[in-house]
């Protein structure tokens, strides 16, 4: 079966734009869960999604916000980029939330220059 | 609160085995593993629970000691397949699929 797609792979923004990214699930998975990984930090949780409700979210500015569609379809955007958002963004999906395995996509790498 | 993974990085030769911990200060719900090689995505390996069996990927397993609130991962007979970074993740309630991972741990296997 197909898996996680995020659209597009690469980007380069300048400071102060904003970007939409997008990540279609598998076929038949609810829930999608959206992370920034950075050398520094490491893996971070952004936002979890659950049949079109944010369930929860992370410790980010109010520049990051995501949605969910009826397809299971889900994007996230950030207002007012900064050099610092700098990052390897990865969208993970599952059958639905709680204890199960988690299918990640390849990501999208952000460069905000 | 992050969970802390040790050691960070870990040098083996083929065949060799290697632990890498997972500790928390807080309780644990559960404890999921996952495998990142240089450039691809993190690919899942195994979810611990409370109360449950120690848990098996080929020849990786891996333990929850519920009390000491902590994962180890065990490698046996390392192949070079193993390489690559090794993360580990904690929800922060029992019914969420948040995860907040470790920094990681470095392993890097060679002929």
């Known amino acids: 079966k197909a898996g996680v797609t995020q659209t597009p792979r690469y980007l380069i923004k300048t400071r102060g734009q904003q970007v939409t990214l997008s990540c279609s699930p598998i076929s038949g998975h609810r829930s999608v869960s959206w992370y920034q990984q950075t050398p520094g930090q490491g893996l971070q949780f952004l936002f979890e999604?659950?049949?079109?409700?944010?369930?929860n979210k992370g410790n980010f500015p109010g520049r990051f916000s995501g949605r969910q569609f009826s397809n299971s379809r889900s994007e996230m955007n950030v207002s007012t980029l900064e050099l610092g958002d700098s990052a390897l963004y990865l969208c993970?999906?599952?059958?639905?939330?709680?204890?199960?395995?988690?299918?990640f996509g390849q990501g999208t790498r952000l460069t905000v220059v | 609160q992050q969970p802390v993974q040790s050691p960070q990085a870990v040098i083996l030769r083929e065949g060799e085995d290697a632990v890498i911990n997972c500790s928390s200060s807080?309780?644990?719900?559960?404890v999921h593993w996952y495998r990142q090689k240089h450039g691809e995505a993190p690919v899942f390996l195994m979810i611990l629970l409370k109360g449950g069996e120690q848990m098996r990927h080929e020849k990786i397993s891996a333990s929850f000691n519920e009390k000491k609130q902590q994962s180890s991962l065990y490698l046996t007979a390392s192949q070079l397949s193993y390489s690559g970074t090794y993360f580990c993740?904690?929800?922060?309630?029992?019914?969420?699929?948040?995860?907040?991972f470790g920094q990681g741990t470095t392993l890097q296997v060679k002929p």
């Open positions: 993970a999906s599952s059958l639905t939330t709680g204890n199960t395995e988690a299918f």
């Open positions: 999604y659950f049949s079109e409700t944010q369930r």
């Open positions: 993740g904690t929800p922060p309630t029992g019914n969420t699929g948040k995860l907040i």
């Open positions: 807080k309780a644990l719900y559960s």
